[in-house]
């Protein structure tokens, strides 16, 4: 079955960098897109960064534009969400996601991470 196992949050002061991964199984990795989302107390969860089968990626918060860097090894079959200049509002519950499409169903399915936690604070 599907596995994203997401290691790598914790705790950092602002201005820190942190590097997130996201371990894939289950499924052809490289074929298929992967996302980084995260969601903090009381907000709805955001879609931050995307990453196509191609490896083209794309920028979806402004609040992150050119501190996060999302890259993907197939080879590892892991996707990674690199942090830099991290603030306080940075802090939130990081998800990963795999976009797949299952030939039997004939649609696509999304697979989640179990989310790990990043704080940004001193």
């Known amino acids: 079955q599907v596995q994203l196992v997401e290691p790598g949050g914790g705790l950092v002061q602002p201005g820190g960098s942190l590097r997130l991964s996201c371990a894939a199984s289950g499924f052809t990795f490289s074929s298929n897109d992967m996302s980084w989302y995260r969601q903090a107390p009381g907000k709805e969860r955001e879609l931050v960064e995307r990453?196509?089968?191609?490896?083209?990626?794309?920028n979806y918060a402004d609040s992150v534009k050119g501190r996060f860097t999302i890259s993907r090894d197939n080879a590892k079959n892991t996707v990674y969400l690199q942090m830099n200049s991290l603030k306080p509002e940075d802090t939130a519950l990081y998800y990963c996601?795999?976009?797949?499409?299952?030939?039997?169903?004939?649609?696509?399915?999304?697979?989640w991470g179990q989310g790990t936690q990043v704080t940004v604070s001193s």
């Open positions: 996601k795999a976009e797949t499409f299952s030939i039997l169903l004939q649609r696509r399915l999304d697979y």
């Open positions: 990453i196509a089968s191609t490896g083209d990626s794309t």
